[in-house]
């Protein structure tokens, strides 16, 4: 009985452990699409993937706060857009999407 309660709590480690290292790797996006890659089948049904997700990816905006800057590349490819250089001046919309 206690081999048996010793490998429950391993596997147990073990699984908190795995869970632990994905949602490290699932804040990297670039880096949790290497990983994800060589994720077996079978461990999509013992492991919440989608929740996992949730939690990594949820963010710390509050309603009200200030949009984190970011800058892009511009229509014609050599600019750059700086969101920060609209604030206090106009309004911004972001659309995210393809509508092709």
């Known amino acids: 009985m206690k081999a048996l309660r010793k490998i429950a709590v391993a596997v ?3 699984y908190v452990g795995v869970l632990a290292g994905l949602l490290a790797v699932m804040r990297d996006p670039t880096l949790f699409g ?18 996992l997700w ?9 309603p009200g ?20 250089s609209f604030r206090g001046r106009e309004p911004v919309v972001l659309i ?5």
């Open 65 to 84: 706060d200030a949009a984190p800057d970011f800058d892009l590349r511009g229509q014609d490819k050599k600019s750059r857009v700086r969101l920060a």
């Open 34 to 51: 290497k990983v994800m890659r060589r994720v077996p089948e079978p461990a999509f049904v013992v492991i919440p993937f989608k929740r």
């Open 54 to 62: 949730f939690i990594a990816r949820a963010g710390r905006l509050q």
């Open 96 to 100: 995210f999407g393809s509508y092709t």
């Open 12 to 14: 147990l480690v073990l």
